[in-house]
Nanobody, 126 residues
């Protein structure tokens, strides 16, 4: 069973940096699987929003609000995805969630699985 655990959140001043780490157990992306790692965030009173994603092909995408400030990357050998957050702003304050969408291909079928971490709090202060 795949599990995702986030770490690296905390309290940081605006303009500073944090690196979030999501470690996966159970090897979500086996050789016959593909998909995406994603980071979402949810601020109080707001909907959960997609921040960044990276495909198993290594292609990243970012929301415009973080483009140029955040970098998503993976270490496939460690089943780990990172979110480097630089030049943090007050509006980046949220609970950040790690997500893995896994597409498994077999000769019998193709199935989609979706995994979520429990979230890590990021608070940016002035």
């Amino acid at each position: 069973q795949v599990q995702l655990v986030e770490s690296g959140g905390g309290l940081v001043q605006a303009g500073k940096s944090l690196r979030l780490v999501c470690t996966a157990s159970g090897t979500p992306f086996r050789p016959n699987a593909e998909g995406w790692y994603r980071w979402y965030r949810q601020a109080p009173g707001k909907q959960r929003e997609l921040v960044a994603g990276i495909s198993t092909a290594g292609i990243p995408n970012y929301d415009d609000s973080v483009k140029g400030r955040f970098t998503i990357s993976t270490d496939n050998a460690k089943n780990t995805v990172y979110l480097q957050m630089n030049h943090l702003k007050l509006e980046d304050t949220a609970v950040y969630y790690c997500n893995a969408e896994v597409i498994v291909h077999t000769i019998e079928r193709t199935v989609r699985r979706d995994y979520w971490g429990q979230g890590t709090q990021v608070t940016v202060s002035s």
